[in-house]
């Protein structure tokens, strides 16, 4: 059959999916499938991860790409009721094979239980397909980004009208982003003529734990990832300022080039925060680029109780902070601070005749967001922040922010009271690392004591019955959390350790751990 | 006041932002705020662009923020009815001062008046925050986005199984990776040794037109701009075979390595699609990687009457395709494919301990999207296009190709007919770019006639009347138009240029053009 646009039936089934009165048919039947979901994941009904093997899942998602075309005519009436049932299903088929990051069980990755308010606003962008690149294209939504970029950057301690920032998709691509303004700034003509120079070859100085992200940046920005240097810690992780002083200090002496140091607040494996001031100084001493992945850490500065924690933070060259984290608003949302202003333009420059009108109105141009982003054509990530924001007030963020960091420091002193866990760190945030070791382990080797807690950690989340993560300290496997999910109560994490044991106990006796 | 997350108020206020019933009642809210919106859009019954200068539209995003508290105690019943009313005031207001890609007469960027429905799939992501980066934090998102990325690549021509794909948040980013990819495999141990290297400094070929994310991507790798050789092109702006076939024999003559050949399906500025069954033929004669940006037409593939334009498509080594530009979905949701499989794993290594778990059972590590793209957390971009194709199946994606493309050739035909404006190229697909010229300018310098169309356009947009966008062609000013949403009809292009005339008279009237 050949197909034509002009036949009746295509134009029907565009007009089908462009239809008000189906678009408000579908939202009202959404509104009561999403109250129904939450009610039952915030109060545990269910699992927190539905667990199926990729080719379970990816047979079912192939199944309703395939299915029959929906029999009646779009012009009929049984059409939306048709449209209806199948919006139903499909959404019902995704809320049930969904991981329920709203069950407070959920204690995993730094990835929230977001407010669902928030995903409400960025509904409206959705819907409306508001995006950014030039201002005109999407003015109201270049214009709630800037908003939101001036009030968390006052927020964290910076001036409005000195500073400035932008959102992108992503902690990888924030950090990518500042990092690649230093290379540019600190290595002349590198975005011109390459990254290629006589000399010794540049490095890039990271926490030692710093994120895959920043390290990879090495790889994707030509100066290589074996040009990562990683610099010490202290006992609790966290960049030691001493002897970042002596590697800049030697760097300097073998005539190395720095294209700069990236701290964090926090680092992702036990949720370190670097003495900033500190490392601030160090920096300026040795003329040297500061970028400081806040992702996790830098709405700390919201609570009156936990800002301590990013003092300084404002003082770095960059930095970034993930709204998707800390400030519980779906992913993505970053953001890319820089304490210069005019480093906004560093990053990228290109001519595109197309989209940057030379006619444009007075500062407009200032609100391109194509100019400083990597993407051109940029979604209103800042919707969900903004709205939600706008209804509640900044006092929501520190909330969070309180209840969450709170709560690992009272888990910790949980750990500490059992007699079967081990707490690894004191926690500085609400990530907490620790590892089980039931009296039978005792006295076995780490790395077995490690591999019992991944068999003891797949088991269980497969399980539905708690999601947690894990990782690797000093090469051994640990337990790791993320209370990121304001649900979460005491209670619940009492509850884990008990799972835990349970746990144990059904591998130990169907299979003795020391055998593995 | 001390702030404390254990005070009642911090505890009810998080509350409310978690409370099923609240997320129930705005969800239904909004259901009618976005009936009546899109009733009113596309009828055309308000502006297409709701214009306002920045300073104006960042004032009001910053008085939202600003906002007192709502006044009722979060548990009081009043609150629920007080959070509704700023909710919906908020909704109007972003709906108030957006851009109306939903009226019939936004006709600019690639940028489509996307399905609402689509967006509504994309809102339950973004509600129960689904994400991935590891197979086990989203394995329904990670099962959709891999379903997508088969059914997709097998309608270009891809056979499943054999190739391998990924889905990342926009062109620029895809492009990136697909080049990334290239040099990686190209330019060997850039990875980790960086991409200085003994001999000429390696470049990359692209076509003349192509985007500035395709360019600016020797500056973000470390090649440099100035390593960015722009193939030449033919008359109807396509990249030329032979040409290209003389080009890469100097380039090895002269021991230059190539990273890559990018080609375009098409390119931005009049929609120009490259001869690909020839351009693949030219790089595997000389062994140069192809890379190939079908942001825009990769979608044609849908179309009995418009696949044509991208035979060969699937022989080169690597192309992007986003599905938020004719695949009709809201923003962003870019495919990059690779024709051979393992070179997914080319782009980015990382070594992340608490995220890869070696205990992590068959072949769940190869569903992680982590190891393939830019993204770490990265949101649950496939879900309105699964969606939208559930639904309505693959063939409304050929009738939106259909529909629009046809209509960008009808209007190159009223365009011929007017005696005042002039069709710069035969369009190739929905693109299309031309000039008025009454007759008081016909005998005026390019350059005037560039500026003069400028100046409509500028004034057009502002008035809410139309959306067209602009563009420079061998440096003189033109109007530019995307019809890339299917509303349009032949009348709406009929009276764009009613309105062209009617501007460009109230210009003269007021300033006359010659005197500019």
Redesign the interface.
């Known amino acids: 059959m ?5 036949t009746s039936v ?2 029907d ?2 007009a ?3 239809s ?5 048919r ?3 039947q ?3 499938q ?6 039952m994941v ?1 109060r545990s009904n269910g699992n927190v ?7 379970v ?2 047979a ?3 199944q ?2 395939e ?1 029959e ?2 029999e009646a005519d779009p012009t009929h009436p049984d059409f939306a009721e048709q ?1 209806g049932q ?2 139903a299903s ?2 019902q088929t ?2 049930d ?6 069950d407070p069980r959920y204690i ?10 928030a ?13 950014m ?1 030039i ?6 939504a ?3 980004e ?3 970029v ?2 968390v950057g006052e927020q964290i301690g910076l001036t409005r009208g000195e500073f400035a920032g932008l959102i992108t ?5 924030a950090n ?1 982003t500042g990092l ?1 303004t230093a290379r ?1 700034v600190r290595l002349a003509q ?8 006589p000399g010794r ?1 540049p490095v890039l100085v990271v926490h030692a734990d710093a ?3 920043i ?2 940046s090495a ?9 990562v240097i990683r610099a010490p810690l202290d006992e609790r992780r966290r960049m030691e300022p001493r002897q970042l002083d002596q590697l800049l200090t030697d760097l300097r002496n073998a005539s190395t080039p720095v294209v700069a140091v990236a701290a964090c607040a926090c680092a ?2 036990i949720g370190a925060f670097d003495p900033l001031p500190d490392i601030v100084e160090v920096c300026r001493k040795h003329d040297v680029w500061l970028h400081v992945d806040a992702a996790h850490g830098g709405a700390a500065a919201f ?3 936990y800002r301590h924690l990013v003092a300084g933070l404002a003082d770095a060259d960059s930095f970034i902070c ?1 709204a ?1 984290k800390m400030m ?1 608003v ?3 949302c970053a953001f890319v601070f820089y304490r210069n202003p005019s480093h906004r333009f560093e990053a ?8 940057f ?8 141009a ?2 391109d967001s194509g100019l400083t982003t ?6 209103a990530a800042a ?2 922040l ?11 963020f ?3 922010v ?2 969450t960091f ?1 709560l690992g420091r009272r888990f910790a002193e949980i750990l500490h009271e059992a007699h079967d866990f081990e707490c690894l760190y004191e926690p500085q945030c609400n990530i907490v690392v620790f590892r089980y070791i039931p009296d039978e382990l005792r006295n076995s080797p780490p790395q077995q004591v490690g591999e019992f807690n ?2 003891i ?2 088991r269980l ?1 497969e399980s539905g019955e708690f999601y947690i ?4 300290i000093n090469g051994i496997g640990a337990l ?1 959390i993320t209370i990121i999910n ?2 979460t109560t005491e209670d619940h994490l009492r509850g884990l350790l008990d799972a835990i044991r349970q746990t144990a106990r059904d591998i130990s006796s169907s299979r003795p751990p020391l055998a593995d």
């Open positions: 050949i197909t034509q646009a002009s295509a134009r089934r565009i089908a999916a462009y008000p009165d189906l678009i408000g579908l939202a009202h959404l509104a009561d999403l109250k129904s979901h939450f009610q915030m991860l539905n667990w199926n093997v990729p080719a899942n990816l079912c998602a192939h309703h790409l299915q075309q929906i449209v199948r919006f499909l959404v995704i809320l094979r969904s991981h329920n990051l709203h995993g990755h730094q990835v929230p239980a977001s407010s669902p308010l995903a409400l606003f960025d509904a409206v962008g959705s819907a409306t397909n508001q995006v690149a201002y005109e294209m999407g003015p109201w270049s214009a709630v800037r908003s939101v001036e009030a998709h992503g902690g990888s691509l990518l690649l540019n590198s975005w011109e003529s390459g990254v290629a120079r070859p994120h895959y992200g390290t990879r790889g994707i920005l030509g100066i290589g990832t074996q040009q992702t494996p609570s009156d109780r993930d998707h519980f779906p992913a993505l990228f420059r290109q001519d595109a005749p197309y989209l009108d030379p006619t444009t109105p007075g500062d407009t200032d609100f990597i993407e051109c054509t940029k979604r919707y969900g903004w709205g939600l924001w706008s209804l509640f007030g900044r006092q929501l520190a909330d969070l309180d209840t709170d991944r068999r950690r797949r989340i993560v894990q990782t690797n790791r304001p649900l």
